[in-house]
């Protein structure tokens, strides 16, 4: 269909009407090509008319000329449950010198789920009328997904808020730079934000926004308080949200969670940069074993196109505080502490089983045994409890877990003092996952990890948007008690970019520190393995260090990092074979070790010139 002006008056219309359609389920999109091109060619715009609402949605525009070419409009049109037609229109004022086209509209997953003969298991629910099997995620989210209303009857209205009247039970921080803003329609600004809320899908429903413009700056924070949960326990607390972050220069979104007041809380998650105009459903597992609060965070972008929006926002399995259970009943009192000190590895209990251990010995921890200090972070447990190996570093690590594994960033824990605290604007080892790059960062950092190959796997690595060219981060084992002669670390490295620096493995052992590998510039886009030979060593720290590049384009990352066959010899009592050479130091070694230029006995007796 294409416009053909016929007269010359000066305001002129065309409008194009769909037919009436009687609802949509809540996945549905629609699309179609359009093709707006010529001097003066105007604007035109999609609105949504309701039965019922006086008022159209406007849900999509386009304002001027966008060149001789046909371009893709998708519109998130969602559960609408009452009648609606679509109308196209088009608005000359006066002179229309130009071609305006639609072709290829398209409804996708617009239907209702369909009716099933059962619903088994506990992930799943049955719908009361339409007899629909849904995820049993999507009940209480305030989205009708069985279309009978039937997933969101008797729903607490404490664990949800929809903001058609109000904040409900969430607040404004008062520490934070502004507040988020309750409105209806789209925001002030074109080409940001929202057109219209989540919950009704038109100009009608309320939801919550950022204003980015003036007198807004980078960086300025809004912040959303959810009330106070109890301590979730196994970690059947679910959180669902909608968010929206449309705009050239959107900038970010998180959610922390905490269990202090006065505190940033730890980071759930978190993202990055235009999104695209429709609202993002996000769902996010929570466990606590203390009472807990949620942060929802916005920050500005450095522009005014840079509204993000909120809506729909319920808790599932969760419990609200109540105070009774914890009889301090001091949970959020701004008088906590509000840092809390953590030791590396894991935690120990304050007391020790007796034990008649001298000061160089160690003392299992379930047992009271006694061992030598060099069995200690050896890579062979020596306790029952393995207690001996608890606080050292992991054989193997791939990060899924979202912990270090026991590795530790000394230059922090100097600046930090010891103490939990965010540091930022340093360049330091981090862990990320490609779905939660920055746009554009894809090209400089792992879209996927090497250990699942998903956007959703965990790495670690150095964030060069952070630092200054030739700043390093090193990440460094515990103190390693000793080797055996085969040992040696395998990792996957990642160093694609065009600013790469250099990615080294240092051995430091009390003040000597020797460069055991070393890699710069780029590798090409994709996980690289490295092999470095360690051998017999003792009382020593590995280190992985990054040395940023010129510029921002240079992340360094690692992923799967593997210590192979380290734990040391061990002297049988059992005669060496045939096969076996005995050293000078009664361990055995099997013959085809010899003269090969490793000390595989520890002594060097496998490598005499007199063999």
Known sequence: MFILKISSSISQIARLRSPKFRQTGSNCTLSFWYYNYGQSVGAAELQLLVDGLKQPTVLWRTYYNEGNQWLKAVIQLGRLPHPFQFSLDKIS?????????IDDIRFENCALPPPALSCEGPNHFWCRDTKACIDSLLVCDLVDDCGDGSDEDSCNPDLQCNFENGLCNWEQDVEDDFDWIRIQGPTPTVNTGPLKDHTTGTARGHYLYLESSEPRQFQ???VLLSPLFNPSGNGNCVFRFHYHMFGKEVYKLSVNQRTMSNTKGWLLWYKFGNQENRWIRQTLFISSSKPFQILVKGTIGDGFTGDIGLDDMSFLGCTLYDGAQHSS????????????TTTSGTSVPPTLPMNNCTEKEFV???SGRC?????????RPDCSDKSDESACVMEVCDFEDKGLCGWHQPALEQMSGNYSIHITNIFKWQLGRGANLYPKEEQHCPLTDHTTCTEEGWYLFADSSNGEFGHTADIATPVISLTGPRCKIVFWNHMSGSTIGSLEVLCKSSNRTAKLWTQSGSQGPQWNRAEVFLGIRSNFQVIFRAKRGVSYMGDIAVDDITFEDCSPLLISDKPCTSEEFMCANKYCIPKNNLCDFVNDCSDNSDENPSI
């Open 93 to 101: 004022l006066g002179f229309y010198e130009g071609v305006s086209a």
């Open 220 to 222: 300025d924070k809004a």
């Open 329 to 340: 009943g001091s949970f959020f009192k701004g008088n906590l502490p509000t840092i809390s």
């Open 364 to 366: 299992c921890r379930a």
């Open 371 to 379: 061992i030598q200090m060099i069995q200690k972070c050896d890579f």
